[in-house]
């Protein structure tokens, strides 16, 4: 590659990455059909024609934008490193994790329930969700491995559903944040209120992969 083709495709990569970000960011207020392809450019200091040029399609970008906020989930978890030895409280970081990921990036939970409401649809069309999934999965799996072999976690504990149970617990508090507020009379946007939540959760993962005390004899 010669100096002038190594400049062109660094312009290119800046470009496509100031595209997806501005893309995440219209998308994320004004959702997946209120996002119009002439915001994502004045937004992006670019054009029309150089979003369809490198994404061919508003689906397909959305697509991408999917892709991207999963990996850059997956990068932030990757520098990660868990003590093994100490499985229970591993585990309760990993709780806190996902939970400070969800917190300081509003628009990865909002591109998650844009994607919902279209039941899925951009999700199915990826080639590299399955991937990017088995690599945030993958990080809890030796937690719970460890802890299985130390006689702390329940032998029949299936990942997945530790996976599912941590998202879910970060996700619909985040998600319905407002909403919620309402209802409950509560500001669950205050940091005090969101500690409690935290500090809760993180009690119900792991109470909900212990090991239970055998039954004794006259039980």
């Known amino acids: 590659m010669n100096k002038k083709t190594g400049v062109r495709a660094h312009q290119a990569d800046q470009t496509k990455a100031r595209i997806l970000k501005a893309a995440i960011t219209v998308f ?3 959702g997946y059909a ?3 392809i002439e915001q994502i450019s004045k937004e992006a200091e670019s054009n029309d024609r150089m979003i369809y040029y490198y994404f061919a399609s508003k689906e397909n970008l959305f697509v991408q934008v999917l892709e991207h906020t999963y990996e850059a989930f997956n990068q932030a978890e ?3 490193r868990p003590d093994l030895s100490q499985p ?3 585990l309760r970081q990993q709780v806190g994790f996902f939970w400070d990921y969800y917190v300081a990036h509003p ?3 909002a591109i998650l329930t844009i994607e919902n409401l279209h039941k899925g649809k951009h999700a199915q069309q990826s080639r590299e969700l399955s991937r990017l999934s088995a690599t945030t999965v993958g990080v809890i799996q030796p937690i719970i491995e460890a802890g299985q072999q130390q006689g702390l976690f329940r032998q029949d504990v299936d990942i997945n559903h530790v996976y599912l149970m941590i998202a879910s ?6 998600s319905n944040q407002h909403t919620l507020s309402s209802f409950l009379g509560q500001n669950l946007a205050d940091p005090g209120q969101q500690q409690d939540w935290l500090a809760f959760i993180s009690d119900l993962v792991i109470r909900g992969v212990m090991a239970l005390p055998a039954a004794t004899a006259d039980q």
């Open 78 to 80: 990757s520098v990660r």
């Open 169 to 174: 617990l970060c996700y619909f508090y985040n």
């Open 88 to 90: 229970v409280e591993a």
């Open 34 to 36: 209120g996002g119009r």
């Open 28 to 30: 994320a207020r004004d």
């Open 107 to 109: 628009e990865f939970v």
